[in-house]
């Protein structure tokens, strides 16, 4: 029965995939002319996660600040974004679509999912940042970050974080915790989930000792008393969150659940320079300022060269933990 599952949504992965990429090729055979007119946004996970969430604002952005006149978003779910990202390598020279991307690609890129990588891609911008929280159940006995650790240091195996895919920034964020906390990356006990809404209740069940989450998944949770946060993995405190960072309580580690959007290869000068305008058009409105405040988001534009190094300086970090998890 196991087998049949796994399986199942293997194909339902490649289904979506399939649907995905006959969507874009669709789209693209149209006659349209530019991304001004028609912009395909490809979000590279199924509907209602992270990526699909972003790619949404994204797109209503675009169209009320008349950015672009008419904006889709496809799914092409599946492997941390490496599926999606393996059919965008095959649309070379695609004026008119993007990729989301962002910090769980990166990682799944470092366990090796997929047969592309960055390199295969141009970066046209960074935009926001996401950080994940460490919680725990409001009834819980861990009342803060020094209990989790405590509980944590006495029995590695036995004190679960459940978070998302293998590789996301909950699991790498998971694995240096223990790192920088005296805990054998090895012993980490991580079960990830495919969707927020089973973590969570995995976590209000106890069936999982803590859960490792994006703050605007869980934000409600935690205003409405149902979830404590024990740290943020920002470098600083959030304006209006009042959740303490790991490297206020004393654990150097900071990580960002960045996002952000990628052009095809083989795209003209030209044409990314216009991709360039319109996300920096988007990014400078009224209506994107309020949506980053809306999610919780932080303001992180960032393109060029300094982009790409970014990408290059996460990339590295990840492969450390990897290698370190024993993944």
Known sequence: ????????????????????????????????????????????AAPGGGWDGFAREAQ??????????????????????????????GMTGAEDTLLVTGGVMVGAIALGEGDASFEDVTPVARLADDFAALVVPADSDIQDLDG????????PRGTSIGGGSLGSIDHLLSGRLAQLSGIDPKDLNYIAY????????????HTTTA???????????????????????SEERLPGVDVPTFRELG?????????????????????????????????????????????????????????????????????????????
């Open 211 to 233: 859960g490792c989450s994006g703050y605007n998944e869980v934000s409600d949770q935690i205003e409405a008393g149902t979830l404590r946060a024990l740290a943020i993995s």
């Open 251 to 327: 654990v150097d580690v900071a990580m960002s659940n960045w996002r952000g959007l990628l052009a095809a290869p083989g795209v003209s000068e030209e044409a990314l320079a216009e991709f360039l305008a319109i996300v920096t058009e988007m990014r400078d409105s009224a209506e994107w300022q309020d949506t980053l405040t809306r999610n919780d988001w932080t303001d992180s534009f960032l393109t060029g060269e300094e982009l790409e190094q970014y990408i290059a300086d996460e990339s590295d970090v990840a492969e450390d933990i990897v290698e370190d998890l024993g993944l």
């Open 148 to 155: 989790f650790l405590e509980t944590w240091r006495a029995d």
């Open 194 to 205: 495919s969707g927020g809404g089973e973590a969570l209740n995995s976590l209000l069940s």
């Open 60 to 89: 209503q952005v675009l169209r009320s600040a008349q950015v672009v006149n008419n904006v889709q978003v496809v799914n092409i779910p599946g492997a941390g974004g490496t599926i999606g990202l393996s059919q965008f390598v």
């Open 1 to 44: 029965m196991q087998r049949r599952t796994v399986l199942q949504g293997a194909f339902g992965a490649v289904v979506a995939a399939t649907t995905g990429a006959a969507l874009v090729g669709a789209a693209r055979s149209s006659g349209r002319a530019e991304a001004r007119s028609t912009l395909t946004l490809i979000a590279p």
